[in-house]
Each structure stands twice: as C-alpha cells, then as structure tokens.
C-alpha cells in the first residue's frame, strides 16, 4: 500500500489532492483568501501518511537520503513515475548546480563550539549550514517546491516568485538558473547594492519596491509578491504559509539531525533563530518524523531566537500562554519581563496541562489578528530575522509549548558576541547566522541552560564579503 499525498491545512482542515493534475496547483489552503483570520498552512505528515520505516539509504544528498519521507518522492510515484527517475531527476538537478560553479546539496554537520561552551556553561554544538547551496539552509525550503514543480512537470516559462533580500533570493535564484525556470525577485528599497548585484549576475528579475500611500499594514515586498501570484507567477518563498512544500524542504534538515542525534545523543536543548519561521518550523517537522519512526526517543526542548527589536513570535508565544495559563489557574506566572518563562514553560509542558494548551492552540489558529501583529519597525544586527510577522509562527508556538521550550530574545551586544565566538570556533558566519547561538548565551546569562546541559543551535548563513 502506498503513502497518501494528500495534503491538510493545519487550519480548517480541508484537504487538498496534488495529484489531480486538472487542479490548479496546491500550494495554499483553497480557503486562505476567505477566512483571513484563519492561519492556513498546508501541511503533509510522512508517519500519518503511511510511511513506516527510517531510510537506510547513504547518499550525500538529503533530497535522496530522505526521500521516502519527502512529499515530492511519493507525489511523483502517485503520477507513475519509479523510484529510479526521482533519482535521475534528483542528480540531474545536483549536476546543474555543480555546473554552475557551486556545491550540490550535502548533509550538514554537527560541530562542537568549544568557545561558545566555555561561556555558556554547558555542551555546545552547531549544525553548520555555511557551507551550503547559495551558503545558508534556504535552498533546502526551495529545492522541495522545485522538486514539486519538476514532477507536476509545471510550466518552465512561468515565473517563479519571491519576496526577499537576502539568503532567500539568492537561493532562488540559485536554483533557478539551474533548473532554467525565470525567477522575480522582490526586494525592498534598502537592499544591499551587492546581493542586488549578485542577484542579476544569477539571471533573477529584480523588482525594488517602495512603500505605496495606499498599501495596507506589513511588507511592501509581500504585497507585490502576492499581486505577481495573483498575475499567474508561482510562490517560490520560504514563508509556509505561501506554500506550503518549503516546509517538507526544511525537515531533510530535521532528519539529518536525528541521525546525528541518534550517535550523538537528544540535546536537552534546540536552539533556532527565526524570521518567518519556515526553518525551524521544518526542522521541527523532521525531528517530529524521527520520533515517529522510533529513531530518536524524545524531543528536545524548543527554543526559538528573535532579535530584541523584532520579536513577533515572542509576543504570539505569550499570548497563547497566557490563555493557557488562565484556564489552569495560574495567570501569574508569566510576567512582563519574561524572567519567568521558563517556570510557565515547565508548567505548560505537564502532561496535565495539555487540555488548556490544545484549547489555546486552537483558539489562536483561528483568531490570527489577535496572536500574529506585524512588528512595527524592525531592527537588528541579524538582519536576515527582521521578518515583521513570524508566518509560520502556530507550528512554533505548539512545538515549544509541548516540549517545554520558550522563545528568547537576544540584544545586538549578544548577538555580536556569538559571532565573534563561532567565527573563533571556526565557522564563517555572519550576524544572522550565528543568531541562534547568541540565544544560547541568552538561556545562559538567565540561568535558563544548567551546567553539563547538551545543547545544539543551528548556525544558518555564511558571511558574505
């Protein structure tokens, strides 16, 4: 018997069938432009799909490796196609890229950051994504959508459409060329003149987009991206709820982490930084898999990274809490500073608790607008996690209230000094990159992190010169 495809929004729960190839394409909910206070995301779940069994297969490629639980793979057997051509597809695609002058896709290590354990007190590792396609993990989101795309054998002269100014755009644009599909590229006014520059050299369209008079509240780039996919364009982005494959690209990350955990042992603790949130959200997926399949026998503590001057997703974790808190009795944990969050955390990870957080979690997937505000001017040493909404923000929300994790924001000093700590440590990041680990030295200064504790943060984005 073979594992379903059919796809579910994890907020009304309408399912959606990619393989009816006379529909038009399934990347959002067919509900998203009705019910807008709805946070709707499709999503797709390789255990409750049927997938039975951890890949054995050792190949270099994570999109080879782990195809048995990428959503692609099995669309493209529904459709008749072998195991063989997904394959062939696969390399064919890895071949492009080498072509082009850079690396294919390869599992990323762990690495032990004896510099940044030294400060934090604790056992510190690193997942190393520098040195990845375009130099950061935001190919991976991609490669699943263009996987998609290859295997719905969509149109090559359809543009493919992006919001972004940095990691993310280069990293369409990277795969872009190499499967020879046009990508428009959206970027704000401020952009770097370099990755600009970089952008054009990759073949993308650049599209600068000032602020209109009459643009409603939230990014520029996103109301121009969205007018280009209304025009026909396809969502080539990294933010789940635009579409909803950048999620299965992001979990090959979270199952190359349970191999590693399998030798390495579950870290007490997983540290991420987030933007939008498409990554953690689908290292979370990854991981989720992994415990599914029996090969990882618990999941670690979630903790997700937002600079001190945009820090949205902090603000929704609060708000869910809170209401979580209030039905259990015990609104007063959480204060205003946040000193207390790790003691709410603990609280709401009961297994007691998980009426009033479900209850919660619910509530907030259909009340948006009162969870999930646009921050109002973003700033940040990390510019990379300036994203003024974190879109992906109910997967995280739960992921951390059930495994008993809680948001942290981190000061530009800190985030600073954990680049300076990682470079030290050998790993050429930059700001954003190394935000997560800033995060980790955050937990330590508030006691949040306890000697000896395993932690391992994810170290994103190489320094670009």
């Not at 951890?54 to 669309?75: C, G």
């Not at 997983?270 to 618990?298: C, F, K, M, N, T």
């Not at 997937?365 to 990390?382: C, D, E, F, I, K």
Request: net charge negative; glycine share 10%; aromatic share 4%.
């Amino acid at each position: 018997m073979g594992v379903s495809t059919i796809l579910r929004c994890a907020g009304c729960a309408t399912t959606v069938d990619p393989t009816d190839i006379g529909a038009p394409q399934p990347y959002r909910c067919p509900n998203a432009e009705r019910a807008r206070d709805v946070d709707h995301v499709l999503t797709w779940d390789p255990v409750v799909a049927g997938a039975k069994a951890w890949p054995d297969d050792m190949s270099t490629d994570p999109f080879l490796r782990y195809r048995s639980l990428q959503h692609s793979y099995h669309l493209h057997l529904a459709l008749g196609g072998t195991d063989v051509e997904y394959v062939r597809l696969v390399d064919r695609l890895g071949g492009a890229l080498v072509r082009h002058g850079g690396p294919s896709f390869a599992v990323a290590p762990l690495r032990p950051l004896d510099g940044v354990a030294s400060v934090a007190a604790a056992d510190v590792w690193a997942r190393d994504d520098t040195a990845g396609v375009a130099g950061s993990h935001k190919a991976r989101h991609l490669m699943a959508i263009l996987l998609h795309l290859e295997v719905r054998k969509v149109a090559k002269r359809i543009p493919l459409a992006i919001a972004s100014c940095g990691n993310a755009a280069l990293a369409a644009a990277t795969l872009g060329r190499a499967a020879a599909r046009p990508v428009h590229v959206f970027v704000p006014t401020w952009a770097n003149p370099a990755v600009v520059a970089q952008l054009r050299e990759l073949g993308a369209r650049v599209v600068e987009c000032p602020r209109r008079d009459d643009d409603r509240p939230g990014d520029p780039c996103l109301h121009r991206f969205h007018e280009a996919v209304s025009n026909g364009a396809l969502p080539f982005t990294v933010q789940g709820p635009e579409n909803g494959f950048t999620i299965d690209g992001g979990a090959s990350s979270g199952h190359e982490l349970a191999d590693g955990f399998a030798m390495l042992g579950v870290p007490d603790r997983l540290v991420i930084q987030v933007g939008g949130g498409a990554w953690a959200s689908g290292v979370w997926r990854g991981l989720r898999d992994a415990r599914g399949l029996a090969v990882i026998d618990r999941m670690p503590a979630l903790h997700c990274v937002q600079a001190e001057g945009c820090a949205p997703l902090v603000a929704a974790w609060r708000t869910v809490a809170a209401r979580a808190l209030m039905a259990l009795g015990n609104p007063n944990l959480l204060d205003d500073g946040g000193d207390g969050d790790d003691v709410a955390a603990a609280a709401l990870a009961a297994p007691d608790a998980r009426p009033a957080v479900e209850a919660a979690l619910q509530w907030a997937l259909t009340h948006r607008s009162g969870v999930m505000a646009p921050w109002a001017n973003p700033q940040s040493v990390a510019t990379g996690i300036l994203d003024d909404e974190a879109y992906d923000w109910a997967a995280l929300v739960r992921a951390m209230l059930v495994s008993g994790g809680w948001p942290v924001t981190v000061t530009d000093s800190q985030v600073s000094q954990a680049t300076a700590l990682v470079n030290a440590d050998g790993i050429d990041a930059d700001e954003t990159g190394s935000a997560a680990v800033a995060g980790v030295l955050a937990l330590g200064g508030r006691a949040g992190v306890s000697n000896g504790e395993r932690v391992v943060a994810t170290v994103t984005g190489i320094r670009r010169r």
